[in-house]
């Protein structure tokens, strides 16, 4: 009787070790290198409150595995993430960046909200965050604070 749980548990470490290198053969299934992230269009507009910003940002994912975005830290306060669904926004714990596609948060929809701000950002300043996810090692980002009034060029809003 001894015998067979030995036989059980030595078969069973095998089957683990057998799956391990499955997975190591496959590169692209690998968490650490599904995702390829890169951040670009990055800016807060000059807060009109003392106590509140927006930030937007695209993060776009070259991988062949999805990510998703879990939070964001700053040392100008408090930082979430906040998406807009029929006009109405809400403060959400993650939000997908799809494997070949991109997460925009942009004015009108999904954004990060700045609360609880230490220091109130100025046009020509930066703002720094940290964007932190599900399966991709941390990302920080440089914001500028742009005038109040900015839209970036990708807007159909052309003066």
Known sequence: MRGRPALAA???IGALVLA???DSDSGSDSSASGAELSVG?????QPVSASMAAGFLT???EGDSGDELTSVTSDVGDVTVHETV???MREVDRLPVPAHGRL???SGGNHLMFENLKRRPQEGQTVSVELRFAHSDPVTVELPVK???YRPDADHSGH
């Open 10 to 12: 030595v078969t069973m």
């Open 20 to 22: 391990g290198c499955g």
């Open 41 to 45: 269009a990055a800016y807060i507009p």
């Open 59 to 61: 993060v776009t994912n």
């Open 86 to 88: 029929d006009g109405t």
């Open 104 to 106: 925009v948060l942009e």
């Open 147 to 149: 005038a109040a009034t």
